[in-house]
């Protein structure tokens, strides 16, 4: 079933993270991700941390979660957070100065779930898996981002392109496109 609205999009792609991460074992959250620097624990902090800070431009305050501690737990809370907020949008509109003003369950649909949706790709080659993000997502959502290169680039978000080959995937593509090899070999 193809996810429609962004409670659905997010129980989807945050289901599948959560997969990930309930397999991880305590050894593997130093293991080292694509993300220059950062391990799978970092991969999953990232995701947990910004996106709470995003949601107080909604009135939204999240409580802070430890997720050194206990990664599984703390991720699990944070979904569930998340989703009861898409769940139960009650009208609230997110304002930030860099995107202005959305509503609640549109701006994290925009900003947040494809985050989820790109970060299972390092999650997963940190944690010695080939990820598989769907052919035509990556293709469609790698059409949407190339008229933007310049200011995605200038944001800071993503690396430099790394070059593909002539018969790369839509997902290799996407991933170089972000500044991610996609041949990364995950060792640990």
């Known amino acids: 079933m193809t996810p429609r609205g962004p409670a659905q999009q997010h ?5 599948r993270f959560t997969e990930l991460v309930e397999s991880a074992s305590a050894d593997d959250w130093a293991r080292p991700s694509p993300v220059a620097g950062w391990t799978a624990l970092d991969v999953v902090k990232h995701l947990a941390e910004w996106s709470r800070g995003f949601l107080t431009g909604a ?6 979660l430890d997720v050194e501690a206990d990664p599984v737990a703390a991720w699990k809370q ?3 957070d998340i989703q009861a907020i898409l769940d139960d949008p009650a009208g609230r509109v ?4 860099h ?3 959305k509503p609640v369950d549109e701006a ?9 949706w790109m970060h299972t790709w390092d999650l997963a080659k940190a944690l010695g898996r080939e ?5 035509e997502r990556c293709r469609a959502a790698l059409e949407a981002m190339k008229p933007m290169e310049q200011m995605l680039r200038d944001s800071g978000q993503f690396g430099s392109a790394v070059p593909t080959a002539d018969e790369a995937s839509a997902q290799d593509e996407l991933m170089a496109f972000i500044g991610r090899d996609p041949a990364w070999p995950a060792t640990g």
């Open 99 to 101: 995107t202005g003003d």
């Open 11 to 15: 129980a989807h792609d945050a289901g």
């Open 78 to 80: 944070h979904v569930t």
């Open 59 to 64: 009135g939204i305050e999240l409580p802070a």
């Open 131 to 135: 990820p598989d993000l769907g052919q």
């Open 108 to 116: 994290i649909d925009q900003f947040y779930t494809g985050d989820v």
């Open 94 to 97: 997110l304002s930030n100065p």
